[in-house]
């Protein structure tokens, strides 16, 4: 507390109503936003002589002024709370950084609807499936609902500009609504079921589907029936992944672990009696802050954050008790017009979810403690900033290098989670291409790296591409065309250079939807591309320039039949080198000791062959 502030005689003044304090340092910052039931009581109890704890020592000590602001009840001063903790981001409150809002599956209102991810305002008209708990999650699902239903998913400038069917046509992922390959009452047909489906009416799906089959089938149109008949064994095959139960509907699932300073929330997103996926958070927290502070800090803001355009489940169901449970239903009840229960205390199926994300919780914290600056934490990193909802357990790059077109050479690179695996490198000569065309080059390895690759290979779950947006197309084309007959296949990410081509400025870009995204210059997830990056750029330079320096120290004359070492080196030594060798006439080269007219007539064409 600094000398200029007089506790004894700011309490004084003081009511004893609810309501919102702000403290400030000298500098006249925020440094620490509460509420109160009683702002005496608890304004007060700050100035005792002796503190409970570190971080209250700390607090006091910098507070210059404090400001309240009175509210007619401790709903209303948990909704206030939350607003200024948003507002000024204090140094010493528990800050959940979640300011992006959440990701939908989009189906687009066009005479022929497109599924698309969408994140952000909701200004299209259509019907918006959600809210995912991350872009990976949505990507699975988008990935997943193409190969159930056969509706497009590519852009409008790209669907009005076709003439005849795309690649997704011809591996049966969507029907051709762009070029009419589908009528307009069957395409609408598969946009229902796809609704219902993401509505999670699985077995509505289903028994529509069978009374398609039925009726195909004594139509005799066994082509139409075999196709239901696959539908329906995939839907099925899907249900029984997704399924949790028939009667567990939307809810929450938080399970949390503490330790060493680092907090994990993990939260297990359940809708429709699906698990929608899961996704950990970790606040930030001051130090020597108690279990139950980040509790309440991390429900508050995660829960009264209305910019997230979260839709919110009927349950909450949180491993461990907070100060605050009744109050902040009912500030979310009254902010969002939304009843909510929330519970710490369950049993049977609930209590099984719970120890999930509990554990998922605490393995989070454990391996972030252990594995502080190393690769397995810039691992954990990317899978945060790519918003993965699978573990990332094999990354490659390739990169194309050349001069000037000569002795092209790709690279693969493979990092696991203990970094760059060596044994795994190679390199692919690329023959058979017009000289400079990385995109026939990049096409060559892409090719030959997943040639007849089946479910028991050696699969990545990130491709990087070393290149701007063309050559990650054609990346993309030919991982389509090499894993339409796998359930798996790796998500491509092309690394375009930045600026000046200065580190820290590159663009990554999605292979399947296009999306460019930026990471900042700082972040540990970046940091690792940029390794996997540069070391496949080292790999296909050292492998560039050794075969330019074989090619170069190679003489053209070997090629020829009938000239030996012997030959050779009187050719080079006679005319004075290979240049002048082949810019002589076939009587110069008669002349030369040991060359016949009929050699030199030989040698003659096929230096100029």
Excluded at 529 to 543: L, M, P
Aim: hydrophobic fraction near 35%; include cysteine.
């Amino acid at each position: 507390m600094t000398d200029s502030f007089n506790a004894a005689l700011f309490l004084k003044s003081v009511s004893s109503s609810a309501g919102v304090y702000r403290m400030y340092d000298a500098r006249g910052s925020v440094i620490y936003v509460g509420k109160a039931k009683d702002l005496k009581k608890r304004l007060s109890s700050y100035f005792r002589r002796n503190l409970p704890n570190v971080k209250t020592q700390a607090l006091v000590s910098h507070i210059a002024n404090i400001d309240v602001t009175l509210t007619h009840s401790e709903t209303d001063a948990l909704i206030l709370e939350n607003d200024y903790i948003k507002q000024y981001m204090p140094k010493y409150n528990v800050l959940l950084r979640d300011d992006k809002s959440y990701p939908y599956i989009f189906l687009s209102g066009h005479k022929h609807p497109r599924l698309a991810y969408h994140r952000g305002p909701q200004r299209e008209k259509g019907h918006y499936f959600g809210p995912y708990p991350n872009g990976g999650a949505v990507r699975e699902s988008l990935h997943l609902m193409q190969k159930l239903f056969p509706i497009r998913q590519c852009d409008d400038l790209y669907y009005k500009a076709r003439s005849r069917p795309c690649l997704q046509y011809q591996i049966a992922r969507c029907s051709g609504p762009c070029v009419a390959k589908v009528s307009d009452e069957e395409y609408q047909e598969q946009v229902k079921l796809a609704t219902l489906f993401l509505k999670g009416k699985d077995q509505q799906v289903v028994g529509e589907l069978v009374g398609k089959m039925e009726t195909a089938s004594q139509s005799l149109q066994f082509e139409d029936a075999a196709r239901y008949r696959d539908q329906i064994s995939a839907l099925r095959r899907v249900a029984e992944q997704q399924e949790v139960s028939n009667d567990s509907g939307d809810m929450d699932v938080i399970g949390v672990y503490y330790s060493s300073g680092i907090a994990c929330f993990h939260l297990l997103f359940i809708r429709s009696g699906k698990i929608f996926g899961s996704r950990s958070y970790y606040p930030a927290i001051p130090d020597k802050t108690e279990l139950s502070e980040i509790l309440r800090a991390f429900m508050l803001q995660f829960y009264l954050n209305f910019d997230s355009q979260r839709t919110l489940p009927k349950e909450i169901i949180v491993s461990h008790a907070f100060d605050d449970i009744h109050e902040l239903e009912l500030a979310i009840e009254q902010a969002l017009s939304k009843s909510v229960a929330i519970k710490t205390k369950v049993r049977s199926e609930r209590a099984s979810f719970l120890r999930i994300a509990e554990t998922n919780a605490h393995h989070a914290v454990e391996t972030r403690l252990s594995h502080q600056n190393t690769v397995e934490e810039r691992f954990l990193l990317l899978e945060e900033a790519l918003e993965q909802s699978q573990a990332i357990a094999r990354m490659e790059c390739f990169d194309i290098s050349h001069t000037m077109g000569e002795s092209t050479v790709a690279s693969c690179v493979v990092f696991n989670r203990q970094g760059p695996s060596k044994a795994d490198y190679r390199r692919y000569n690329i023959n058979d291409i017009t000289p400079g065309d990385d995109y026939a080059a990049m096409k060559q390895a892409i090719s030959r790296r997943f040639d007849k690759i089946d479910a028991s290979g050696k699969i990545p779950d990130i491709l990087f591409i070393d290149g701007g947006i063309g050559q990650l197309r054609i990346a993309q084309k030919v991982v389509n065309e090499k894993f339409v007959h796998l359930d798996v296949a790796p998500t491509l990410i092309g690394i375009a250079k930045g600026e000046g081509r200065k580190p820290g400025l590159e663009t990554l870009i999605y292979g399947e939807n296009e999306i460019a995204f930026n990471l900042p210059a700082d972040s540990g997830a970046l940091h690792l591309i940029q390794h996997i990056r540069d070391e496949s750029h080292r790999f296909a330079i050292t492998g560039h320039r050794n075969k330019r320096q074989k090619t170069r120290n190679t003489s053209s004359l070997e090629s020829i039949a009938g000239v030996g070492p012997k030959r050779r080196k009187a050719l080079l030594q006679y005319l004075g080198g290979l240049q002048q060798v082949k810019g002589a006439s076939v009587a110069e080269l008669a002349k030369v000791p040991g060359i016949s007219l009929e050699m030199a007539q030989t040698i003659h064409d096929a230096l100029r062959g």
